[in-house]
């Protein structure tokens, strides 16, 4: 399909019948008077002086316990940059949708018209009542960093900045898989990471709790390599600040096992994938459009394992694959934070499962014949039906043995 075909498809998409990707839709009878009566005024009144007596009660008698606030500032939206909060919209619309379809948690998107880290925080805290989660997304680094941070400092319930964590779980657990194809050990392996933001960072954080060794480790940002003696750097880019005399990304490239592409379109050229290690390993993940064309990639190196962050080819790497059931779990325990060790859980079930052999259904949904683990298949597809059986159990067994789980599933 041309790019102008999909660009009217997608507005169309958005457009009609209705304007917009989601609505709310009651759960209780409402077809009477006496429906209305135990719905509103005065049987409403109830329940309200049971959650006064008690505020947990409000798990009990409202959808706070299944309900995520999906919340951005549009400082960070995909790989668009800045294009503030209106802009964003359909992105945390479309967040609801994939919360909903996946994992049978409901959404309010809500996109917040400051770039101010404390007026964001306090808007933030205000509306925490409502929410049994807070997913922040597409909030720009180094803010990022601060207002995840604070919030999960002051509040009770599960709070994840989506493009840190939930890109991490899912790249962490294809890189796993695309190492053990490659046959290459993560101690070992170089790693190129192009960004330096919110979602790079997280990744890499997450990569070196996995083995990566930081003197294998070049980040770059939009200025070139991040190196020790660069003036100016926040703690975030120092922390991954390397001691190699190189300033591109071209010099980063050669002979480096695994590029990980979390910036934006098309900076890496064919020339430089030449320059990289045997059986590369390549996740261009900027969004929509990714730091090199798949297919030119595939087409530049046949010993290549490559993903992006797109659904239209193989190997999407995205975190689609990791919020709707990283938050089922943390809810369904009623975590009130989703910690390290749930991570690791849910990478660890997202690696094993993409092992596992894949049910028709899946191979049905998007045409193919034969999906088998191997170089374009390293990690699940997202209607794979067995992710909701496999991960959320996985991360709220994690959160009821790392002590976060406030109701912890008995007889498990
Ligand atoms: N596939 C997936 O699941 C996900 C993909 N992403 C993608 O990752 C990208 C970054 O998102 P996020 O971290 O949230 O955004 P941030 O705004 O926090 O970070 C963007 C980073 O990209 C860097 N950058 C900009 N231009 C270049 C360049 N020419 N070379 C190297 N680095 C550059 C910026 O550098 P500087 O610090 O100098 O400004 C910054 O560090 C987006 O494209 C997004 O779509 C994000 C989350 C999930
Ligand atoms: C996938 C996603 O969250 C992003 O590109 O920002
Ligand atoms: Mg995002």
């Known amino acids: 399909m041309s790019k102008q075909s999909r660009r009217r498809e997608a507005l169309l998409y958005h457009a009609k019948p209705k304007p917009g990707k989601i609505e709310v839709v009651p759960t209780k009878k409402y077809a009477t008077q006496r429906d209305l009566s135990l719905a509103y005024s005065p049987g409403v009144a109830d329940p309200c002086l049971e959650i006064a007596k008690n505020v947990d009660n409000v798990y009990k ?40 379809i996946f994992a049978d948690i409901d959404v309010f998107d809500i996109e917040v018209g400051t770039e101010d880290v404390d007026a964001f925080i306090e808007t933030v805290k205000n509306i925490a009542p409502t929410f049994g989660g807070i997913n922040l997304e597409d909030i720009k680094a180094p803010e990022a960093f601060e207002i995840e941070r604070r919030l999960k400092e002051e509040l009770d319930i599960p709070v994840m900045h989506d493009d840190q964590h939930g ?46 060794k930081d003197a294998n480790i070049v980040m770059i940002d939009s200025k070139g390599v991040i190196r020790k003696d660069r003036d100016n750097l926040t703690d975030e880019k120092a922390e991954f600040a390397t001691a190699r005399k190189i300033d591109t990304l071209e010099e980063a490239m050669e002979k480096a096992d695994v590029f990980v592409g979390l910036s934006i379109a098309n900076i890496v050229t064919p020339k430089m994938l030449k320059s990289m290690a045997k059986r590369p390993i390549v996740f261009a993940m900027a969004n929509p459009d990714p730091e090199i064309e798949y ?29 709707p059931f990283i938050f089922r779990g943390a809810l369904d325990v009623r975590a009130t934070k989703i910690n390290e060790a749930m991570k690791m859980a849910a990478v660890e079930a997202l690696a094993a499962l993409a092992k596992e052999p894949v049910p028709e259904q899946v191979n049905i949904a998007y045409g193919e014949t034969k999906l088998i683990f191997g170089r374009e298949y390293i990690i699940p597809k997202p209607f794979d039906p067995r992710l909701i059986s496999t991960v959320p159990p996985a991360v709220a067994k994690a959160a009821m043995e790392s002590g976060v789980a406030t109701e912890p599933i008995k007889d498990w």
Not at 76 to 100: H, Q, R
Not at 167 to 183: D, H, P, Q, Y
Not at 304 to 318: E, L
């Open 295 to 323: 297919d030119l990639a595939c087409k530049t190196r046949d010993d290549i394992i490559m993903a992006t962050g797109r659904s239209d080819h193989p190997n999407q790497v995205n975190n689609v694959l990791g919020f």
């Open 61 to 100: 008698y409202t959808a706070k316990g299944n309900l995520v606030a999906v919340i951005s500032n549009g400082t960070a939206v995909l790989g668009l940059g800045n294009i503030g909060p209106e802009a964003s919209k359909p992105v945390m619309e479309g967040k609801g949708l994939l919360f909903k």
């Open 167 to 212: 890109t991490a779980i899912i790249s962490a657990a294809a890189l796993l898989n695309a190492l053990e194809i490659a046959k290459k050990k993560i101690d070992k392996v170089k790693i190129v990471i192009s960004g330096a933001g919110a979602a790079a960072v997280s990744c890499t954080r997450l990569y070196k709790a996995f083995g990566a």
